[in-house]
């Protein structure tokens, strides 16, 4: 057996494989046109240890379609690189419930990828919906005890369909990151 | 419904740590709270499907508009399995990487080295159903950086990888061989073990040289391979 070839820094000039239009899961051309569910907008602030914004990452996105399956009727990828503010923002559909193991079934949930000079391997964690009754059961969520640690993955409703989840890499506030 | 079958988790030591004191732009991003070990579901074992139709592929870096870039042209060429050796057909792979003189064509690079109107640096290509995939590029410049005093990177390949779970996605780099910088490198030397980090280092390889044309260098990937099921055996 092979060990799985070592992740490296996608490093600060990663823009070449940046496709602005690819934060916007409903373009036309994504082939996810007609597809009815409940549009979001999920934006939020990347920080590092001292809360200076991340203005060099590159975020991507994995999702199920509002029918909680994964590219069925509904093509989950994203990717938006971060602006000045260390800010990214994606245009989607509110993926629906999607089962886990077992008998378990996960709350609607977004997942992240954040890729950066400085990461060594890229970071990965959630956004879910704030106020989505299926959080209290939801198989990640139940495992992250202290209340604080757990709200870092719940995006909360800023208006008009925006969902913001900021993100914060290190230090006070620091964002629950999933070993996957 | 069944489980998902689950990807095997990675061997110690042949990942680089997020936490690299002797890369600097580490100290302030790596999480210093352990990562949730969460148990792989559809979320981590499916993964997006690239639409050759909708992501076009783009496979020669070597010229724009039928003008040559500048440099040593080169075909890099390998075969992506997974650790148990089964080739990954259909996997998208992202290249990009530097010109001849080590200067990326990004705004944000600021090395005094020249452009290149010919070239871009960028491709975007998918294995075959052996797991195969090959592009034309130029060999790229050495560019300084500022992680240490006269710090170089080693000339290298960014590669992005999309495999058939969202928990194979990787991006790492390839090198190339004899070259003095990798010695020095922290990004190169951050992965302990030594078999995993040589393994990033490209080889020539004179069957995929073309005579009179370009040198050939072989690279090969592995992801991360599924964990074997209870019933495997049976
Ligand atoms: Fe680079």
């Known amino acids: ?180 | 419904m069944s489980d998902p079958v689950t990807y095997r988790r990675h061997q110690p030591g042949t990942q680089p740590p997020l936490d690299s004191p002797a890369y600097g732009s580490t100290h302030k991003r790596h999480p210093k709270q352990s990562l949730l070990r969460v148990p792989h579901t559809l979320t981590e074992t499916s993964a997006p499907r690239f639409d050759p139709a909708r992501y076009k592929a783009h496979a020669d870096m070597s010229q724009v508009n039928g003008k040559g870039a500048l440099g040593e042209r080169i075909i890099v060429a390998g075969r992506i399995t997974d650790e148990d050796g089964r080739p990954q057909r259909g996997v998208m792979v992202e290249v990009w990487q530097a010109n001849a003189s080590g200067r990326y064509h990004h705004p944000r690079d600021q090395h005094d080295a020249p452009l290149d109107p010919n070239f871009e640096g960028r491709a975007r290509i998918f294995t075959d159903d052996d797991g195969r995939y090959s592009f034309v590029s130029v060999k790229p410049g050495a560019y300084p950086w500022r992680n240490h005093w006269n710090a170089w990177r080693p000339i290298h390949i960014h590669f992005g990888l999309h495999g058939a779970g969202f928990a194979q996605r990787m991006i790492t780099q390839m090198y190339f061989p004899g070259d003095p910088l990798l010695e020095l490198d922290p990004i190169f030397h951050a992965t302990p073990d030594k078999a995993a980090r040589e393994r990033l280092i490209s080889k020539f390889d004179l069957e995929i040289t073309k005579p009179e044309w370009a040198l050939g260098y072989r690279f090969d990937m592995v992801l991360r391979g599924r964990e074997a099921t209870p019933f495997e055996n049976a």
Request: proline content about 7%.
């Open chain 1, 1 to 180: 057996m092979t060990a799985a070839t070592a992740h490296q820094t996608a490093g600060p000039y990663w823009h070449m494989i940046d496709f602005p239009e690819w934060a916007d899961l409903l373009r036309a051309g994504s082939g996810n046109e007609g597809v009815q569910g409940e549009k979001v907008i999920l934006t939020g602030r990347i920080t590092d240890g001292d809360g200076a914004p991340v203005s060099d990452g590159l975020a991507e996105i994995w999702q199920a379609g509002p029918d909680g399956k994964y590219e069925d009727v509904f093509h989950g990828f994203g990717r938006c690189a971060t602006n000045a503010d260390g800010e990214f923002r994606f245009v989607t559909l509110k993926p629906g419930p999607v089962p886990g193991r077992g008998n378990a079934m996960q709350a609607p949930h977004i997942q992240i990828a954040i890729f950066a000079r400085g990461l060594m391997q890229h970071l990965v964690t959630r956004a879910y919906f704030e106020g989505d009754p299926l959080n209290t059961a939801d198989p990640v969520l139940t495992m992250v005890e202290d209340p604080a640690r757990r709200a870092t993955l719940i995006a909360n409703p800023a208006g008009d369909g925006v969902w913001r989840l900021d993100i914060r890499l290190q230090g006070d506030g620091e964002t629950v990151f999933l070993d996957v």
